[in-house]
């Protein structure tokens, strides 16, 4: 067997080209266009990069952006402060705090201080109890891409086993419990599980997000299987690799995401979506 490859990039655009249309309409009804806010502190390469390809996302979908770069020895407190002045902030509609935050900052309570209605990551604890119980709320980006990536390629979830590795508070948990909602049988399992394989071994749809590379061989994958791979590692080779063996792997699944290009693109057009979702929940509470 030779899996499909749902490809990110692919599904991204398209996404991302419908935004565009909404968007547009969303400027014709209420006047202007939805608006993200993004705070960088200090100059850590990847979180730069990871910052610009937001700010690249939300020019090519058409909505406002503002980008904010504070000096990696800014205080907490003035970082504190700017939050509350974006909070109360009418024509933004989410803020999102590039992490890791320098040493001397407290990251959840910087998370804690962004207005729940803004909170575009989905990482206030508001946000957070809201997805465990089942209320309204905003949904961190990785977990809500693998879940349309699973929607969009046409993979049934309902009364599926799945089985997600890794229990991140922002990938591993959240996903496991939107698998759930979607009524799926969800296995978590995570390093100190004992026997791996057998776990995947029973995985309908298998979600990896460990960040060990190459951690699942190809003949831990069940015949049949989708995998989505949300890890991102740099190889000995000096390349991105995930957390699956992507070659072994494609001869059991009937569907794989690839890394790069498969949950990576993904992430960022959730973040335009969930802007998107801020601002209309914003329109509609005026
Ligand atoms: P994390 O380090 O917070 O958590 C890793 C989890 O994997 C832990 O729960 C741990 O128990 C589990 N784990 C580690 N080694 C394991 C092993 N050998 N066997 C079983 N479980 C193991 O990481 P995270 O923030 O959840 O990120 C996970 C991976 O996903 C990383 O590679 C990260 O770069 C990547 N990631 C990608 C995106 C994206 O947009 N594609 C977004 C977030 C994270």
New binding site residues.
């Given amino acids: 067997m030779s899996a499909t490859i749902i490809d990110g990039k692919d599904l991204s655009l398209a996404l991302k080209d419908e935004m565009k249309v909404q968007i547009a309409q969303l400027e014709a009804k209420y006047g202007r266009k939805p608006c993200l806010s993004v705070i960088i502190v200090g100059e850590d390469p990847a979180s730069q990069s990871y910052v610009r390809g937001k700010i690249k996302a939300a020019a090519y979908v058409g909505m406002d952006s503002r980008l904010i770069e504070l000096p990696a020895s800014v205080s907490q407190d003035e970082l504190l402060s700017l939050i509350r002045d974006l909070n109360a902030d009418g024509g933004v509609d989410g803020i999102l705090v590039q992490l890791p935050l320098p040493k001397h900052i407290d990251s959840n309570l910087v998370i804690e201080a962004i207005a729940p209605a803004k909170d575009v990551d989905g990482f206030h604890p508001v946000n957070v109890a809201n997805l465990w119980l089942g209320l309204d709320c905003m949904v961190p980006?990785?977990p809500k891409?693998v879940m349309k990536m699973l929607e969009r390629a046409g993979i049934e979830v309902a009364g599926k086993t799945a089985v997600v590795?890794?229990?991140?508070n922002?990938?591993?948990k959240p996903v496991a419990k939107l698998l759930l909602d979607a009524n799926a049988t969800v296995i978590l399992?995570?390093?100190?599980?004992k026997d791996?394989k057998a776990m995947t071994l029973q995985a309908d749809i298998l979600v990896a997000?460990?960040?060990?590379i190459g951690?699942i061989k190809g003949d831990m994958v069940k015949p049949g299987a989708a995998v989505i791979d949300?890890?991102?590692?740099r190889g000995a080779d000096g390349k991105l690799h995930g957390?699956v063996d992507f070659e072994s792997a494609c001869e059991r699944a009937a569907y794989i995401t690839p890394v790069p290009g498969?949950?990576?693109p993904?992430?960022i057009t959730m973040l335009m979506a969930n802007t998107i979702e801020c601002f209309i929940k914003r329109m509609h509470a005026c």
């Fill in positions: 980006c990785t891409g590795v890794g229990r991140s922002i990938v591993g399992a995570h390093s100190r599980t791996l997000a460990t960040g060990a951690l949300v890890g991102i590692g957390d498969g949950v990576g993904m992430t």
